[in-house]
Every structure is written in C-alpha cells, then in structure tokens.
C-alpha cells in the first residue's frame, strides 16, 4: 500500500499559517497572490458573520470549527501580507495580544482582587484610558474605541455600554420606556425632515431599554425579523392557497390573514442564555 503523501504544512496553530505563507509564495495561488489587506476585506466580513450564524444555530461542533478555521485564514492572510512587507508577522500579533490580554488581567495574571465582572469592565475601561493619556492621547474617549463600522444597532449599544462603565448612565429602564413612548409620539407629530431625527432618537432609547432589561438589541430583532419572515411565509401559503394576490384583499381582510400566523411561525424566541448576549468585548 502506497504511503499517504506527506502534509505540506505542520501540526498544530502553526499549520493555517504556513498555508497562507504558501498559498503567498511566489510559486503559490494567483489569486491568492494578489490579494491586499482592503481587498480581503469583505471575506473577512464574511467569515465573521458565518461564524456568528454557526453560533446562532445552535450545537453543531463540526459546523462551527469549519468556521472558525475560515475566519483564523483570513487573520492567517492578514499576517502573511504584512509579513512580506517586513511590517510584522504571525508571532507578533499572538505575542501581542497575549501581552496585551496579560497585561488588563491583573486579578487572573497577577495579585489584584476583583469583587465580581462588573468590576472587571471598569477597571478595563479605566486601564484604557490610562492607556492612551500615556500614549499621548488624553482626549480619547471609550466610545471612540468601538469601531464605527459595526452595523448602527450593535454600534450604539456598543457605546452605551462602554459609556456605562465610565459611570455614565443616567437612565433607568423605567425612564428608558416613557423615552421611546414620547419620541414614538413625537415622530409622526412632525415633518419628514424632524422626523429623521426623532426616528434617530427613538432608536437609541430603544438601545437604551434593551441594555437596561439585559437584552442585546441586535439579537433581539434578529429574532423578531426571524419571526416576521416566518409568519409572512405562512401568510403568503395561504393567499396561494386560496388563489389570492396580497392586492386582492382590503387591508382589514389581510390582517386577520396576518393575524392567524401568531404564534404559528416556526421561529423560536431567542435562547435565556443569549438574551444578554455577553458583557461585551474586552479588547
């Protein structure tokens, strides 16, 4: 029996590097070669929400490792071009991130107390801010370290959150609820110019409200838009059922159609452990 050829890279974290090294070599993939940290961009993108999806779904080992692995290529990718123009390599970004994660956990790698992880975030936000007056910029806020390009939900509560920490949160979840009642009200009490702003800050006091009651936002209208396409799903079979166009019925006629779809989507609401969806990024 023919021996099995030999692996063209090692055991262990260092095998997707020494891929992305090949697959760059001068001898490696065309396509590969080509590529730019702007031009891998959206892959990495991509892979991100991929993983996230694997996640949402549920226990599936093989899925989610397959999707990992796609997202730790393209972090491969990423050191592998860097690395070429002699700005950095692959040991660097790990010994980096390891000394910076080492160096925010003094109660895990060295002799400081914390009472509980609410504790852990402040002295976090507290050791960043630290952090950038030494590294000469003092005016640096924690909201100015979550990355604009996140989508507006998951952005804003991201700011919230970070702003929280610092002590800034001057709203109950009481108070939060009368503030998205009132700029409801207010938003179709106005123009369509004004309307865009008090749409803006019906928004955020919804933001508001979810971290309040624990809820991550994002996730939450994902499962409501989950739950909206499921009944809509229901509501279209049964207009093809009855040989009906959505325009063939008055609009009364169509909610009680819409209506016989609650509680019949397939959709499930989101999972309790997920409801909170974390404490937020340590990074």
């Given at each position: 029996?023919?021996?099995?050829?030999?692996?063209?890279?090692?055991?262990?974290?260092e095998?997707?590097?020494?891929?992305?090294?090949?697959?760059?070599?001068?001898?490696?993939?065309p396509?590969?070669?080509?590529?730019?940290?702007?031009?891998?961009?959206?892959?990495?993108?991509?892979?991100?929400?991929?993983?996230?999806?694997?996640?949402?779904?549920?226990p599936?080992?093989?899925?989610?490792?397959?999707?990992?692995?796609?997202?730790?290529?393209?972090?491969?990718?990423?050191?592998?071009?860097?690395?070429?123009?002699?700005?950095?390599?692959?040991v660097?970004?790990?010994?980096?991130?390891?000394?910076?994660?080492v160096?925010?956990?003094?109660?895990?790698?060295?002799?400081?107390?914390?009472?509980?992880?609410?504790?852990?975030?402040?002295?976090w936000?507290?050791?960043?801010?630290?952090?950038?007056?030494?590294?000469?910029?003092?005016?640096?806020?924690?909201?100015?370290?979550?990355?604009?390009?996140?989508?507006?939900?998951?952005?804003?509560?991201?700011?919230?959150?970070?702003?929280?920490?610092?002590?800034?949160?001057?709203?109950?979840?009481?108070?939060?609820?009368?503030?998205?009642?009132?700029?409801?009200?207010?938003?179709?009490?106005?123009?369509?110019?004004?309307?865009?702003?008090?749409?803006?800050?019906?928004?955020?006091?919804?933001?508001?409200?979810?971290?309040?009651?624990?809820?991550?936002?994002?996730?939450?209208?994902?499962?409501?838009?989950?739950?909206?396409?499921?009944?809509?799903?229901?509501?279209?079979?049964?207009?093809?059922?009855r040989?009906?166009?959505?325009?063939?019925?008055?609009?009364?006629?169509?909610?009680?159609?819409?209506?016989?779809?609650?509680?019949?989507?397939?959709?499930?609401?989101?999972?309790?452990?997920?409801?909170?969806?974390?404490?937020?990024?340590?990074?």
């Amino acid at each position: 029996m023919a021996e099995p050829p030999e692996r063209p890279y090692p055991d262990g974290i260092e095998a997707i590097f020494e891929v992305a090294r090949r697959l760059r070599a001068p001898d490696g993939c065309p396509w590969d070669r080509e590529q730019t940290h702007q031009s891998l961009r959206p892959y990495l993108l991509e892979e991100t929400y991929e993983v996230l999806e694997a996640i949402d779904r549920g226990p599936d080992d093989v899925r989610l490792r397959e999707e990992l692995g796609d997202l730790l290529l393209q972090v491969a990718m990423h050191a592998a071009i860097a690395e070429e123009q002699g700005r950095f390599d692959a040991v660097q970004v790990s010994e980096m991130a390891a000394a910076k994660i080492v160096a925010r956990h003094p109660h895990v790698f060295g002799d400081a107390r914390v009472a509980d992880a609410e504790e852990v975030l402040r002295n976090w936000e507290q050791r960043k801010l630290d952090e950038a007056a030494q590294a000469g910029r003092p005016e640096e806020t924690p909201l100015d370290r979550v990355p604009s390009a996140m989508p507006a939900l998951a952005w804003v509560h991201g700011m919230q959150k970070r702003a929280a920490r610092v002590g800034f949160d001057p709203e109950s979840a009481a108070e939060a609820a009368e503030a998205v009642a009132a700029r409801a009200r207010e938003a179709v009490a106005v123009d369509q110019e004004e309307a865009f702003r008090c749409v803006g800050d019906l928004l955020l006091s919804v933001v508001t409200l979810a971290r309040k009651l624990r809820v991550s936002p994002e996730d939450a209208l994902r499962a409501a838009g989950q739950r909206f396409r499921d009944r809509f799903a229901l509501m279209h079979r049964e207009l093809l059922a009855r040989g009906l166009g959505y325009r063939d019925l008055d609009p009364a006629e169509l909610k009680a159609v819409w209506d016989r779809t609650e509680g019949e989507s397939s959709s499930a609401s989101t999972p309790p452990e997920r409801r909170g969806h974390g404490r937020g990024r340590l990074l």
